[in-house]
């Protein structure tokens, strides 16, 4: 039988296959060969109990990706959310899970949820900061329910995963897309926790056909490991069309003259806010490095 791992935690997965969860160990060979199911796996099991769904998992199948953090597999996008009110948007922590998407080459759109909070200019105004950035912004309010046939859009036929501080309303998201999501999940924690777990991890929820939902924990800091600071400019996606107008090669878009990367915020074709995260995340990357 063939399912995909849901969660795992404390060396049981749970394999959903044909409508029903199945709790499920890993063979002895997978530790042998140093290889660790993730969530997300599409894996083959052997069911030992159908009654209590209980089973082996005998194979896994060729992952499509594998993200390090979170660590998921077979993910096709991204969807982070951030609030657009309580909490207000932090876009130094968005932007550094948008260059830790870019950087696994993931797919990314942006979800401001809670819209109703804001008026209309606010929202154009967060969605002014990405325009040029390659990055879809969608608008949703659970509350009023909007957006969530733009999103129901989005995610139709593909593993997302769904990422964000906490608080901004990841969970009244999920809960609108698949009503019954938590109480599933409650099951499941009462099966597995034991009473022992506290700690969340990350798990896939299924919200339509051939359409799942990656829910992982909340972040509150993203901190930037194995990237040299003269790569961070690779992962912003709007300076590709105006680093050939910079005078030097190699220009890192900080203090050189004759900047294309400058020249474009000047003249508001680059924004502002995007780049000074950019110098930033370039002068704690290059602190790093030299403590290193």
Sequence with gaps: MQGKIIKGIAGFYYVYAEGSLYECKAKGTFRNRKVK??????????????????????????????????AVANVDQAMVVFAAAAPEPNFNLLDRFLIMMEKQRVPTFICFNKIDLVCNAKSQEYAAVYKKSGYPVIFASTYEEHGMDTI????????????????????????????????DIGVISKKIERGRHTTRHSEIIPIGDETFLTDTPGFSSIYFYDMEPEDLKLYYREFEDYEPDCRFRGCNHMGEKDCGIKQAVDTGEINPLRYENYRLFFEELKEKKRYS
Excluded: Q, Y
């Design 152 to 183: 129901r859009s989005a995610l139709k036929g593909k593993t997302t995963t769904l990422a964000g501080p906490s608080g901004v309303g990841k969970s009244s998201i999920i809960n609108m897309l698949n009503p019954d999501a938590h109480m």
């Design 37 to 70: 199911p993730l969530v997300g796996d599409n894996v083959v099991i052997s069911v030992l109990d159908r009654e209590k769904r209980i089973g082996n998992i005998d194979r896994i199948l060729p992952r499509i990706s594998e993200l390090i953090r979170p």
